[in-house]
C-alpha cells in the first residue's frame, strides 16, 4: 500500500493566521490526492480533489497544491470554523489510503 | 439533493457478523459505485472496498478479504455492507460515500455513519 505520511500531527493557530499542512506519499500519485476536514462525530468532507481543485462550495482561503509525492493543503486566513481535523487521501492505487491527519487547534 | 442514509447503531459480541445498510437517494444510484470506509476512534479513516450499483463489480480492501462482503438492491436503492468474524479492533464507525459519475475514489457524499461496538 502506498503510506501517505503529513506533519505536522498538530497544530497551534490563531483566527487570521496562514496554515500549511504537508502530505507526503511513500510513492507518486501523481495528483491523485484528497483532502478531507473532518470534525467530531461528523462525517469528513471534502474540500480539495485532483491536488489542487476546490470543491464546490468549498470557501477559496483553502487551496490544494503539489503533484507526484508532495502536497500541500493552505489556509489563507483561519477562521473559527475552521478549527478542526485534516487528512490526506490518495485515490491513485487500487487500494486507497489516508495520512494519519493534522488537528488544527486554537492557540 | 444527493443523500445516504445509514443503518443505526450496533452492539456485537467477538465472532458475529454485522450487516450495515446504506440507502441512497437525490440520483440515480446505478450510476455510481459506492465505497465503504471505516475509522476507529483516534484513528484515520481507513478504505474497505467499492461496489459498482449498477454492475455489482466489487473491489475490497485485501486488509479485509475474506471477511467483508458488499452487496446492493437495486430496487431499494440500498447498498450493503457485512464484515463477518467480529473482534474487538473492529469497533469502529463504519461509513458509505459516494464519488463523482466517473468513478474517481474521492469522495463528496458521505453517509453519516454507523457505529460498530464489538464487546463481550
Known sequence: DIQMTQSPSTLSASVGDRVTITCRASQSISSWLAWYQQKPGNAPKLLIYLASTLQSGVPSRFSGSGSGTEFTLTISSLQPDDFATYYCHQYSSYSLTFGQGTKVEIK | QVQLLQSGAEVMKPGASVK??????????????????RQAPGHRPEWMGWINAGNDDKKYSQRFQGRVTFTRDTSARTAYMELSSLRSEDTAVYFCARGPYDGSGYWAYWGQGTLVTVSS
Do not use: D, E
Not at chain 2, 23 to 37: E, M, P
Open chain 2, 20 to 37: 450495515v445498510s446504506c440507502k441512497a437517494s437525490g440520483f440515480t444510484f446505478t450510476n455510481y459505485v459506492i465505497h465503504w470506509v
